[in-house]
């Protein structure tokens, strides 16, 4: 791949010299658009006595920077932010030569370390493949690892020094209990003000990344990231402006693209769009939360130059709202969407199916609600992108208990929901059940998954390499369609995420919504 980069950290590898491959198995458009992968590549480098350098699916062999191969570095530091990332992470590491499975391997380098809320929530699955896995943010442990330079051909005391933080599991070193490790303090964080520019466009188009805030207050039942980002936290006002006023002049930029979950519970949203536009700075808004909108908000996301809004009613059952703690009305959606249509912007909707206790009559709102909307707004041309999403229950989260809809089942309703939405204005994306299923089986897997992980990658991934490596192994995943007791621990209930109690008590209560 041909790309032109600017801000890329040029040092000259030397002997002594820690060398970090930094490892995002998805695309490289998808890792320019990942804060994660700025923040740990400046941070690091900061170093003089450590060089990171970057690999994604599109280098897979030999790094963006210097052309080294994997094998050849100290560390792998793999971002794994989900679940289906995990089979392009083991096709990397075969590729080159490197054997997956950890004791097979043994302990050397490179030292395998893998991080992300995937990993966070559930780490079984990949704890017999990588050597050690990060619980929670990174920021400590990346501040222990600009520590390792000395220890670099010893990749036991690299790993013996990064298991003293109480967010460090390792396979090698067995721990009775893992607390994650979250910033209290954003504004005390190192912030990536230089970001890597490129000539290809990034996933959400070129822009500095700006986080304003971590974790979301809403802890909707079903969202991983809420809980693994929990506590909710948020940079101040007059951070947030200097970062991006920096952050735009060192980046050559005019747009900011917003990096955070619900972005108008943000405080200072409003007052942070007024300002951008006043001047003349565009602006993108990810995803938001549909009772955070109003008539006035929309005009400034519109304002700062956005095409498309995209908000997740998820459900419009009032029942199914309750459950996932997103009671919204009909009326509400309807007149949201009406909104944001009427003003000539392009609206993008997340649904969920299969969420328990879901019935054909609560799907069929979703097409209802889509037709009348048409209707009465008189839309031609396609402005209207719905995505619907098979319910997946996510380990650490209170719908963890809840077993997920057969692929049968759910096709079905899909099929019947997509053949009532007119296709001349409406796209539609759905997410293939099959693929759904894998993503829970993964989610909710245990230790004995990771082997079933390297043969699926060996025999290629995909669909058909998932079912072979299933009936190799004798694989039983009917656990995916199963429900879970709430009384009991499940194999990664030794990962505290500081809401241990939290997660049955909630899904005692929510789970009277649909009694
Ligand atoms: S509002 Fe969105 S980001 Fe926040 S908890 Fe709910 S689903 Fe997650």
Redesign the pocket.
């Known amino acids: 791949m041909r790309i032109k980069e600017s801000n890329v950290v040029v040092k000259k590898p030397r002997k002594n010299m820690l060398r970090i491959a930094l490892l995002f198995p998805s695309t490289y458009e998808a890792s320019l658009s990942n804060l994660f992968v700025h923040m740990t590549y400046y941070f690091l480098n900061k170093y003089p006595d450590i060089y990171v350098e970057r690999f994604t699916l599109s280098n897979p062999q030999r790094s963006l920077e210097t052309k080294t191969l994997l094998k050849n570095f100290d560390i792998i530091l793999a971002s794994l932010p989900f679940e289906l990332m995990y089979q392009d992470f083991i096709k990397i590491l075969i590729l080159n030569g490197i054997e997956p499975l950890r004791e097979v391997r043994g302990l050397g380098k490179p030292l395998i370390i893998a991080g992300g809320p995937a990993v966070t929530a559930n780490p079984l699955p990949i704890l017999d493949i990588v050597d050690a896995v990060i619980i929670g943010e990174g920021e400590r442990s990346l501040k222990e690892l600009s520590k390792l330079a000395p220890y670099k051909d010893r990749p036991k005391e690299m790993l013996e020094n990064l298991m003293s933080l109480s967010e460090v599991l390792s396979g090698w070193y067995p721990k009775d209990e893992v607390i994650k490790y979250y910033v209290e303090d954003l504004d005390r964080e190192f912030y990536p003000i230089i970001q890597i520019q490129s000539d290809v466009k990034p996933v959400y188009g070129k822009g500095f990344l700006m986080e304003v805030s971590r974790g ?5 039942p ?2 991983l ?2 809980h693994v980002f929990y506590p909710y936290r948020f940079r101040s006002y007059d951070n947030v402006k200097k970062i991006i006023y920096e952050g735009l002049k060192e980046n050559s930029l005019n747009r900011v693209v917003f990096y955070s ?2 972005f108008f519970d943000y405080k200072y949203s409003v007052k942070l769009l007024e300002d951008l536009i006043t001047n003349g700075i565009s602006f993108n808004v990810p ?1 938001l ?1 549909l009772d955070t909108l109003s008539n006035e908000k929309i005009e400034l996301i519109k304002a700062g130059g956005q095409k498309t809004v995209t908000v ?1 009613p ?1 459900t419009l059952s009032d029942r199914l709202g309750c459950l996932i ?2 009671r919204f009305s009909y009326e509400l959606v309807k007149e949201v969407v009406k909104c944001i249509l009427s003003k000539g912007l392009n609206v993008k909707l997340y649904f969920i199916i299969g969420l328990p206790g879901e019935g054909l009559n609560d799907v069929m709102l979703i097409p209802k609600l889509i037709n009348e909307v048409i209707k009465e707004l008189g839309i031609k041309g396609k402005r209207i992108h719905v995505t619907v999403n098979p319910f997946i229950p996510k380990a650490n989260t209170p719908m963890q208990y809840y077993p997920m809809e057969r692929t049968e089942s759910l096709r079905n309703k899909m099929k019947l929901l997509t053949n009532l939405l007119p296709r001349d204005v409406v796209d539609v994306d759905t997410y293939d059940p099959r693929w759904a299923t894998i993503q829970t089986s993964i989610s909710l897997g245990d230790r004995e998954l990771g082997k079933l992980l390297v043969l699926w990658a060996k025999y290629g991934g995909g669909l058909s390499g998932w079912r072979r490596a299933v009936k190799e192994l004798s694989y039983d995943v009917s656990y995916v369609f199963k429900h879970r007791d709430p009384y009991t621990e499940l194999p990664w209930s030794f990962i505290d995420l500081g809401l241990t109690k939290y997660l049955s008590s909630s899904y005692l209560a929510i789970s009277k919504c649909i009694d």
Do not use: G, Q, V
Request: glycine fraction near 0%.
């Open positions: 979301c207050p809403h802890l909707c079903f969202c990231e809420t979950l619900s995803s939360r997740a998820e703690r997103k």
